[in-house]
């Protein structure tokens, strides 16, 4: 039995009908590289039951503590039943991308059962008709809560899965795997009031670990290495009110190679600039097209692993974040890349002068009952849709290997993620790179974006743009007014 942290459990706190916490990814596989050029729904069975003991997170559930008085645990669950976990549909002909897109946010946007192991497995045959996609692959749509994963132990995940190369699904092996009993109310009421004793404790020494953190960032400002001009609220954004029950998913891949060649043209920009650059320069298009886009630069929100060496297959969340403005005020795509440069660099300087890690620790100190009480208010009241967000959207890269990968024998082509969107956040960029492809892809509120595919062409074309710009000669940066719609012209007296 282990307790979730504070950050893990914020996520089960914040989990709602219309706010399903889990996080996903869209696999698809060419099966002909299986022993016998095919799989069965049987074999993927069997494949997983083989892997079980390889991930904690397969056969664990959560168990609250009455009234939430302190964090829920996870304990090994006695009644686990792997085909509950793993399903199997099928698209109807012709089997084409946005079929997949639909019924991918269809999944996504279903809740988990909290009192069961929180992960499912849906595979999806009768992809026929996608571009660069063999005919007759099959998708796995995964879906794991955020409180059991953060982005890299979910690579982790997908590693206990996946093969090196296509080996024939074997018997799986006996399994030294124990259920637990769930706890009992009086242990986990002495738990609780253990937590509640040494809590005072426990916060003095993050407190004292913040200090010199907090001079460090002192030191830093009156030096000028770091600059707060870009530490303000974010701007209001169609992206930022409340949400509701359904989703909108789809996504745009990208060569690697081409990606690299961008950041090349600016000395020390990285893959994340880019990519960075690329998605302010759609956001511009997609809301300049709805006539919604703020004067001020849309501000991203992008979540950083503190995750240790030794950590890599510890259940939860060890992330902190930082937030980067995505230049959303600047037309010119080479300027916007470079300003963006220049604002992940002094991000990246406030928190690495505080500390990331500490950070993070703060989110032990919220009581449980409250932090619950508190979720479920803000989503009842509207309140997302009366004050101004902190960010205006996320944008999570999740670095994937660069060797091909196996399920049941058959050949990983394309990965692309999900994420989850609540109130005051209604938009997530997940960023996956797999062998010499890197992808973007999206989830969003159908009621916020009705209209997806005009978002995911705003992201090639915004690519399209960054890799023919002029860099020759860095420009001031200038705020560029959007283009106002043309007026209708009034009709002529008769």
């Known amino acids: 039995m282990e307790q979730l942290s504070g950050q893990d459990a914020s996520f089960v706190y914040l989990d709602t009908p219309n706010t399903p916490m889990h996080i996903g990814s869209v696999a698809i596989y060419d099966p002909s590289t299986a022993p016998g050029g095919f799989v069965r729904f ?13 991930a904690r997170s397969f056969r664990q559930k959560l168990v609250r503590v009455p009234f939430d008085l302190d964090h829920p ?12 976990h793993v399903r199997h549909i099928a698209l109807p002909q012709p089997g084409d991308w946005r079929q997949l897109c639909i019924q991918v946010a269809r999944l996504h946007a279903r809740g988990m059962d909290l009192t069961k192991p929180l992960w499912e497995f849906n595979i999806v045959e009768g992809l026929d008709n996608i571009p660069g996609i063999p005919k007759g692959s099959f998708a796995l749509v995964s879906k794991v809560h955020h409180a059991a994963i953060d982005g890299m132990s979910g690579v982790e995940l997908s590693a206990a899965v996946h093969d090196l190369e296509p080996k024939e699904v074997p018997e799986p092996a006996p399994s030294t795997w124990k259920p637990e009993d769930d706890p009992k109310l009086g242990e986990m009421l002495m738990r609780t009031w253990f937590n ?14 913040t200090v010199p953190g907090i001079a460090r960032l002192t030191k830093e400002i009156a030096g000028g290495d770091v600059s707060l001009k870009s530490t303000r609220m974010a701007p209001q954004t169609i992206f930022n009110g409340k949400v509701g029950p359904h989703r909108v998913f789809d996504g745009v891949v990208y060569s690697l190679a081409d990606i690299r060649a961008i950041k090349d043209r600016i000395d020390g920009a990285t893959v994340n600039d880019v990519i960075l650059a690329i998605i302010g320069g759609a956001l511009r298009e997609y809301l300049m097209g709805h006539d919604a886009l703020p004067k001020p630069s849309l501000t991203a929100m992008a979540p950083i692993s503190v995750r240790a060496e030794g950590e890599k297959e510890a259940l939860g969340n060890l992330v902190s974040a930082m937030m980067v403005q995505l230049g959303t005020h600047i037309a010119d795509p080479a300027e916007r890349l470079r300003y963006i440069h220049k604002e992940v660099k002094n991000s990246k300087a406030m928190t690495n002068a505080v500390g990331a890690r500490t950070l993070t620790d703060y989110s032990q100190f919220t009581p449980a009952a409250l932090a619950g009480l508190g979720a479920r208010l803000y989503t009842r009241l509207g309140v997302a849709n009366l004050h101004s967000p902190a960010f205006n959207c996320v944008a999570t890269n999740v670095p994937g290997p660069r060797v091909p990968l196996y399920f049941a024998g058959a050949k990983l082509v394309r990965m692309m993620g999900l994420g989850p969107v609540f109130d005051g956040m209604g938009l997530i960029n997940t960023i996956y790179s797999y062998g010499p492809e890197i992808a973007i892809s999206f989830t ?43 007026k209708k012209a009034k009709p002529k007296a008769k």
């Not at 049987?42 to 390889?54: A, C, N, Q, Y």
């Not at 645990?73 to 509950?84: C, G, I, S």
């Open 42 to 54: 049987k074999d993927i069975l069997r494949h997983i039951e083989g892997r079980l003991d390889k």
């Open 73 to 84: 645990y996870w304990v090994e669950d006695a009644n686990f039943d792997l085909e509950y």
């Open 196 to 209: 509640s004793v040494t809590q005072p404790v426990k916060f003095a020494k993050t407190v004292a670990n």
């Open 444 to 486: 969003s509120d159908r009621a916020i974006m009705p209209d997806p595919s005009a978002y995911a062409a705003a992201l090639q074309r915004s690519f399209e743009a960054l890799r023919d710009a002029d860099f020759s000669e860095a420009k001031p940066e200038k705020a560029t007014k959007p283009a106002k719609p043309a």
